[in-house]
């Protein structure tokens, strides 16, 4: 029963009281109601290559530890692991991403884009495509060691390219998800475009070892949803110690942004909207298999209900609910597709505290509405 994965009374106790305002209809609304959407995706695409390894033990020479190859698994992630999740729910996806040139793995990727998605490629000279190669102790799941390929930013005609792609493609689109690794695609000319041109912008500036301290929401001077990990909140505000709440209150005021929602692993996520306050939600399961992509996955899903005016507090559970997802999942093997979440989300809104079954919640046919749209943001003068 869904409601055993949940995190104890906690969990329960969430449902019970959600439930109270949302029911599993509402939410699915949400996400079948994003098939009126056309949203574009722009963020590195990254390779997630596992090397799955046996521990043989210690090297006789070294003090390092000697690995058995077993096998390899090459996952596409990064950016179009958020394209397939978004096409798996919204009506057109468009994809603007960067590749190298030195070793583009170009139909490795095309084969794995949802056949809804329309890729716009624009390539690195002097680099390969971004890898992340993980080696993997096979009996534990544990990441023994993380190698990346990657060069710095873009070169200037590169950039200008990828400024023409951008300038062509974004008027044609309701939704824009940035998801900004910051390994050098999206310089300050690209995101001016991003936060100037895009209807409704959600964006994650994500931290990780290789831009650590260098990347940070604020260079996004406009965003309509701001997806973050706590930590990467932290590190915008330079504080580990004031209350996470003051601190999104300050994010906020300094992006100019209404709505935030902040990841927090196994503790779920902290929702703020302007004029709706703090709502916090648990993590949907204690299954975790691999947390790689669970962010992603996140704010795919956040992002498309954000733009059709979601309460935050659905926002939050629908982004649970694809993290949830994506935790089970090993590496990207399957994306957070419509009939998964629908399932489980009419699964979670069964299982109240009492653990009374409510109605049966079937997927809901569209019924012919268009979505309500947030407004336009008002023009941001870059
Ligand atoms: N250990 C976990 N247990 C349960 N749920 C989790 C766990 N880790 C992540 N999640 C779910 O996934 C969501 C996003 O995860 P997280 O905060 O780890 O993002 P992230 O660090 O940006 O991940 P990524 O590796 O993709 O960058 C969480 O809000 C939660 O719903
Ligand atoms: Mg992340």
Redesign the pocket.
Known sequence: MARSSMKGAAGAEFLSRFSERHNAAEILTYLDNAQYLKVLVVGETIIDEYQYCEALGKSSKEATLALRRLSTEKFAGGIIAVANHVASHAGEVGLVTMLGEVDPQEDFIAGKLSEKIKPRFVYQSGAPTIVKRRFIDSSSFHKVLEIYEIETALAPEENDKLCGALSETLPEYDVVIAADYGHGMLRKEAIRLLCSQARFLAV?T?SNAENHGFHTISRYPRADLVCL?EREVRLEMRDRQSSLRDLVMEVAARIGGSRIAV????K??LCYGRGEGFWEIP????Q?VD????????LSLAALCAAQQAPMEVVGFA??AA??H??KTVGHRQPAERGLLFRRIAELLRARGDGAASEEVQPLKSQGRKVALLEPAPNYQA
Do not use: L, Y
């Open positions: 994650n994500q990990t990841t927090r692993g196994r779920g996520c993590a949907f399961t204690t975790v947390r790689i992509g669970a962010g992603d996955a996140f982004g649970n993290g949830a994506a935790v």
